[in-house]
């Protein structure tokens, strides 16, 4: 339903339609409702492009030329999930192109306020770990471990400014915080999870649930008691201590104050005990027992160097590189769009990157009722009520809930879309199962074959082809909701939901 | 200088006493167990012993690589630790730390020695193209290598790694948050890993998951190991038994394994148990109730290893009620029914005998049977039949009904062979070859002279070096025996293929004849109840197949369609021969066929089909695959940089958080 006088992306006469773009790897997602006077009114979540894309770079510049074409330079909300560059880099590598575009409001997750005391120390910790990381998988890639090669595909998910020493906003945001016209000030200004709905200027109709990301209670109080026992705001435990040691494999003179501290703090012995391996090639009356038993080189009359443990300890690793991992996606903006004018009321579910902690978050949710609006909203009725489902995290096995998730969602017409490149996602070495088979699988028949893939979308004038288990009518209506870019580039498809 | 007094010296002292943690740490806090937490563990007296400790078997290296520190060794010969057993438990002293893992991981290799009447050896050293192996003489053990909550034995570095962690700030059990708690100060995990690298020493290919149940034995034959060692400490054992009033299968300490770790790592209680747990809904104590369905789904190597930990604890159970029916009876004037109260201090002896007789009965009935399994691809069945045949050949008159409640408690457990008819004696016996095969066989090995050479002095003296190189000549002849065409009914009776015609997936040496190793050449040599003493001879050999997770791949290699290309996994076959040297004759065959086309598939499933979906595999990748692919690679490429360590692995792996 392109207008081809203007270019601009026609919003839908009730409802919501959502374009998804084709950055390579990456979210980008831009909505167009109608508000009351006939105008569009644009929402974007997210614009990013994984940073080991190759040609991600010029790709996502396309993209958003064609998003400042489609919204004439105003988009009204702009939504960031998370800090991963796949979800973000659009507006590092595409910063000229925005220049002149006007943000009217900018929606991140509380765990991005700055002042927010859990989510400093959240942000602390987990830039902490991603250094240790960092330092673990090149120790572990001098010595040829092939592990240090399957961390490595963990942390290219990382966003590369987290390696900084605070782990703070990466530019991207700071840039977008300057641009939006609201400013973020108070706490009340970030997004959290069972907040009021919001709603859109101008546009009857639509009420946005946010679901996450979680505020656990539970965290929550033990970092609070923490920050009361310890200074530093962090106490030592299985991976704060390993990770201290993986920091100190660089050389302790460049070790801040704090991670000096956890590294004395994480030594299992009184310093008096401790032999430097230095010390040890010249101590009076040991230096031969090392040197026999152990050995420092790989001359004669020193221990084989096939026994020595030098990195053995350094594989503890994968265990903080799934926390790492975790950490990023859980902490993912997701928000839920209803349409309320219609029966039964339709949702659209945004879940980012989220994974199983989040989702099940969401269950512990209830909106009280407003006005004619008498009933209580749950998480579980948003779920059960959804038409569109942007899948989680590509569709890899872990970002989408199956019991308290996807199989909740009841409605015949659910529509699923992902953004993904397969080709390139199982490529890499190790592979990154994006989309899981068995889970697109499930999808294919929870919405009787309506998925919608970046990596696929049809050529010219050609329409997906019908499943051949669907009833013809009901994929001929699917397909009058659908529109896609029809030059070469696929840059984009999207879809109509009516109100 | 003063000159040596003349005529002090007194006599070589017999043993070396040497303290230890019975437990761990934790139980040391509770006044309950303080006063028994504490052993003296009694070794036989080493001349040479030095510092580190290090002693024939064994050598203690404390490297901490994530501290980088080294930890200066323990001098064990030292007058002032002489003279008081060695250093007291100290959580904070690492020479105590070398010290104790020393002493069990000593005590538990006389164990195994004493159950097997011979000389243990390490798993040796592949030599460049699985030619000439390497001895290693001795495991070492590194109390302090790994700073994460874990402990494992290294097959490719012939050594033990413990980790030491610090507790949780939020879920810490009776420890200080935060705290430090060290692996090596466990009994259990000790006794466990070292059991593990004896268990290598024996059957190197038992840690190559070609089945469920590999893995799982491997866990479970180191859980036997370390439970059955804590009836061993007599102060314990009396402790226990007066606590639960001779009744062993209400909650003890005995059944149980790795209490701090447990409670550190956030259960309720141990590690894990063989009688029962702490109930995750009521927090309250349940016994474990035998259930035979649950083998059917418990896939996870620890916890289907605790399913059979749990039938052998059965076992143990039964006899042990057995046995103290009578003191029961006589303590109570015939009623049986014990008074209220404590029990006499006498009866508590009497039943702390009767149960470590009963324990050590089982843990040797457990640690024989090794040299009734077969070479590969081991399962819980084929472990069953081995007990029962092995004790079999011991006793041959069950009067104290030991198999009978060893068959009873596995079948209430649901563990059966894979092909029996049924679960009486005699059909779990193993078979014995039949006449046209035993006259095959005697045709190699002809009389009992021709044997004898091929069996060193395996003697609980010998130095275990030169009993290596011998076992290495004794293999070589061995081979060399079968390999001879004129000994094609002999191989042929010993399921072992060396047609050229074979499939073409098998490795084949130079003259294109499948390869054949001869893995080991041992004495089982033990003393019965009666006091004879049987001997015998065992022999294992192995063949492998390239294996491909593609069945149309399989098919063209085996056809000779394609030329093989990297497998994806080894399938191996072999068989075991127990050989009576005094006439020659082979007892039995324990084989696993190398062709045979059903294991195969069954091999190729359990690797490609449910897949454990941990967080962990997803991202690491399978460990049983990649178990594969480092043996893969590791075969072209000597110096083993890309073998994986399948417990490290093991361990890591599993314990990931499941993805609901």
Redesign the interface.
């Known amino acids: 339903m392109m207008s081809p006088q203007n270019n601009t992306m026609q919003a839908p006469a009730s409802g919501v339609t959502v374009r998804m773009y084709n950055t390579g790897f990456g979210d980008c997602l831009l909505l167009a409702f109608r508000a009351r006077d006939g105008s569009a009114r644009y929402m974007l979540i997210d614009c990013g492009v994984h940073h080991t894309y190759s040609g991600g770079a010029s790709k996502i510049r396309k993209v958003v030329r064609d998003i400042m074409r489609a919204t004439a330079n105003h988009l009204h909300v702009v939504a960031v999930t998370h800090e991963h560059t796949d979800h973000l880099y659009g507006f590092k590598y595409a910063r000229e192109i925005f220049k002149n575009v006007r943000i009217d409001e900018l929606w991140l997750a509380w765990t991005e306020n700055p002042t927010d005391k859990v989510s400093k120390n959240l942000k602390q910790l987990h830039g902490m770990k991603v250094r240790a990381l960092t330092a673990a998988v090149r120790q572990l890639r001098l010595s040829n471990d092939p592990l240090g090669g399957t961390l490595q595909g963990l942390l290219d998910f990382e966003y590369p400014n987290a390696l900084s020493a605070t782990g703070g906003n990466p530019a991207q945001l700071q840039y977008l915080r300057t641009k939006s016209r609201k400013k973020l000030r108070r706490a009340g200004d970030y997004r959290r999870p069972g907040e009021r709905p919001l709603t859109l200027s101008g546009v009857d109709g639509v009420k946005i649930y946010v679901l996450g990301p979680p505020r656990d209670v539970d965290w929550i109080k033990m970092l609070e008691k923490e920050s009361e026992m310890y200074l530093a705001l962090r106490g030592t435990n299985e991976v704060t201590a390993f990770a201290a040691a993986a920091l100190a494999t660089e050389g302790t003179d460049t070790l801040s104050n704090e991670d000096r501290e956890l590294l004395r703090r994480s030594r299992p012995f009184d310093e008096s005990f401790e032999i430097s391996k230095n010390a040890a090639s010249t101590h009076p009356h040991y230096e031969a027992f090392f040197r026999n038993h152990y050995g420092f080189s790989r001359r004669n009359k020193h221990g084989p160097e096939w026994r020595r443990v030098e990195t053995d300890w350094l594989a503890a690793a994968g265990q903080l590189a799934l926390q790492v991992d975790s950490y990023t996606n859980n902490t993912s903006l997701v928000l839920a769009i209803e349409l309320t004018e219609v029966q039964p009321r339709k949702v659209l579910l945004f879940a980012a990157d989220a994974q199983i902690g989040n989702w099940l978050s969401w269950h512990e949710l209830s909106w009280p009722g407003e006005g004619e609006d008498s009933e209580t909203v749950r998480g579980e009725n948003l779920l059960r009520r959804t038409v569109l489902y942007k899948v989680g995290h590509h569709g890899s096995h872990n970002a989408t809930a199956s019991e308290s998730g996807l199989e909740m969602m009841d409605s015949p017409d659910l529509i699923a879309m992902i953004p993904v490149d397969k080709e390139w996602a199982y490529g890499r070495r190790p592979p990154w199962k994006h989309p899981d088979e068995d889970l697109l699988a499930r999808l294919k028949r929870k919405t009787e074959g309506r998925v919608i893939r970046t990596d696929e979308i049809p050529s010219g004038n050609r329409p997906p082809k019908k499943p051949c288990n669907v009833n013809r009518s009901e994929w001929q209506s699917f397909i009058r909701k659908l529109d896609w870019d029809r030059s070469g580039d696929k840059l984009w498809i999207q879809v109509t939901v009516p109100g | 200088m003063t000159p040596p007094l003349i005529g002090t010296k007194g006599p070589r002292p017999p043993n070396r006493r040497l303290r230890a943690f019975a437990f761990d740490p934790i139980l040391s806090r509770r006044i309950e167990t303080h006063d028994i937490n504490e052993v003296t563990i009694k070794l036989p007296w080493e001349d040479n012993l030095g510092?580190?400790p290090?002693d024939d078997y064994l050598?203690v290296?404390d490297?901490?690589?994530?501290?980088?520190?080294?930890?200066?060794?323990v001098d064990l010969n030292e007058n002032c630790l002489l003279a008081q057993n060695g250093l007291p438990p100290s959580e904070?002293?690492?020479q105590f730390h070398q010290q104790m893992v020393y002493a069990v991981a000593r005590t538990t290799i006389r164990h195994f020695e004493h159950a097997l009447g011979r000389r243990a050896l390490w798993s040796p050293?592949p030599g460049i193209k699985g030619l000439n192996d390497k001895c290693v003489e001795r495991l070492?053990i590194?109390p302090?290598?790994?700073?994460?909550?874990?402990a494992y034995y290294?097959p490719?570095?012939?050594?033990l790694?413990f980790?030491?962690?610090?507790?949780?700030?939020?879920d810490f059990g009776e420890n200080l948050?935060?705290e430090?708690v060290?692996t090596c100060l466990s009994h259990d995990i000790i006794a466990h890993e070292t059991s593990h690298a004896l268990l290598d020493g024996l059957h190197r290919r038992f840690i190559e998951p070609t089945n469920m149940d590999v893995w799982a034995l491997h866990e479970a034959f180191a859980d036997i190991v370390a439970l059955f060692q804590h009836f061993t400490y007599p102060e314990v054992l009396r402790h226990q038994i007066a606590r639960t009033r001779g009744d062993l299968e209400s909650q003890n300490l005995l059944g149980e394994l790795a209490f701090q770790f447990g409670q550190v790592i956030g259960r309720y209680g141990a590690l894990r148990s063989a009688i029962g747990e702490i109930s995750d809904v009521t927090k309250e104590w349940v016994p474990n109730e035998p259930d035979p369905e649950e083998i059917q789904y418990t896939t996870e190597p620890h916890k289907r290893g605790a399913i059979l930990v749990a039938a052998v604890f059965d076992a143990f159970l039964t006899i042990y009620k057995w046995r103290i029916a009578d003191l029961l009876r006589i303590a109570t004037g015939g009623s049986g029914v014990l008074p209220a109260g404590e029990l006499y201090p006498d009866l508590v002896e009497r039943l702390a005998q009767e149960a470590a007789k009963t324990a050590r009965h089982i843990l040797y009935m457990c640690i024989r049977a090794l040299d009734y399994c077969p070479p590969v691809d081991v399962d819980f069945g084929d472990y069953l039949r081995a007990l029962i045949t092995a004790d079999y050949d011991l006793v041959t008159d069950d009067r104290l009904n030991y198999r009978l409640a060893v068959i009873e408690a596995f079948r209430q457990r649901g563990i059966y062979p894979r092909d029996v008819r049924n679960l009486s004696e005699e059909s779990l016996l193993w078979h014995k070859p039949d006449d046209t095969g035993q006259k095959a066989f005697l045709n190699i090995f002809r009389n009992s002279d021709r044997l004898a050479k091929l069996v060193p002095d395996w003697g609980l003296t010998t130095d275990r070096t030169r009993i290596f190189v011998q076992a290495e000549r004794s293999r070589a002849i061995l081979q060399r025996w079968f390999t001879n065409p004129s000994a094609c009914k002999a191989a042929k009776a010993a399921h072992i293929v060396l047609d050229k015609d074979a499939p073409e997936a098998f490795y084949r040496d130079v003259k294109g004849i499948p390869t054949l190793e001869v893995h080991s050449v041992r004495p089982a040599r033990r003393i019965g109840p009666g006091g004879q003493t049987v001997t015998d001879l065992v022999v294992e050999m192995t063949q492998r197949r390239r294996g491909y997770y593609d069945p149309n791949t399989q098919d063209k290699v085996d056809r000779g369609k394609i030329k093989p290309p990297k497998p994806d996994f080894i399938f191996r076959g072999g068989c075991t021969l127990l050989i009576d040297p005094n006439n020659a004759k082979v007892s039995y065959c324990i084989f696993k066929r190398v062709r045979s086309k059903k294991r195969l598939d069954r091999m190729r499933r359990f690797l490609t089909g449910d897949e454990s979906?941990s967080?962990?595999n997803?991202?690491?990748?399978d460990p049983r695959k990649i178990y594969f692919q480092g043996l893969t690679t590791a075969s072209s490429d000597p110096h083993?940089?890309?073998a994986i360590?399948p417990f490290?692995f093991l361990h890591?792996s599993f314990e990931?958080k499941e993805?609901?």
């Open positions: 510092l580190g290090i050598e290296v490297y901490d690589p994530a501290s980088q520190a080294f930890y200066a060794p904070s002293n690492p050293r070492r590194y302090h290598a790994l700073r994460e909550a874990n290294s490719v570095k012939k050594a790694l980790g030491y962690f610090r507790a949780s700030t939020t948050p935060g430090a060290f979906q967080l962990r997803t991202y690491f990748g083993g940089r890309s360590e490290a890591r990931g993805v609901k």
